[in-house]
């Protein structure tokens, strides 16, 4: 029974560590189609949504993994940050393209108007600003947390 239940811990345990850093090489990706011309050329179409979304599954699932593990302390909390920030930013794009469509479509209406108008502003920051933010604050801290526990 001993040996079965350090093997489950052992796969738990790569497949978090494969996860957490299947989701950097994601963001780079993202990153990447943002900032180097010859990326953002190849990523064209339908297909530039595919990383956004892989990158929010992989959110969930670490998410998911990390709830199941038991891991505490400062890794756990850094990783459920990395995780709900990589699930935070395709949502928040969602909803700040829903909200925009409903502030144009409510133009008539001045109340609603300016209620969608300010939840699509803020939504649109909390995808752009404050999800990337959070997710480089849980990886940098989680690996300086890893290379600290090396040594």
């Known amino acids: 029974m001993g040996f079965s239940s350090d093997i489950i811990r052992s796969v738990k345990k790569s497949l978090l560590s494969t996860t957490f850093y299947a989701l950097v090489g994601v963001f780079l990706v993202i990153m990447c189609m943002f900032f180097v011309p010859p990326v953002t050329e190849f990523i064209q179409g339908p297909i530039f949504l595919l990383p956004f979304i892989i990158f929010s599954l992989l959110g969930a699932t670490l998410l998911f993994l990390v709830t199941k593990s038991k891991i505490k302390g400062k890794r756990r909390k850094l990783l459920i940050l990395t995780g709900v920030s990589a699930v935070g930013f395709f949502i928040g794009i969602l909803l700040h393209n829903f909200l925009y469509a409903l502030a144009v479509v409510s133009g008539h209406i001045v109340i609603l108007k300016y ?37």
Do not use: D, W
């Not at 752009?128 to 890893?146: K, Q």
């Open 115 to 151: 209620l969608f108008e300010f939840l699509h502003v803020a939504f649109f920051i909390v995808a752009v600003v404050v999800c990337p933010l959070g997710f480089a604050i849980g990886v940098i801290s989680t690996i300086v947390i890893l290379i600290k526990k090396r040594k």
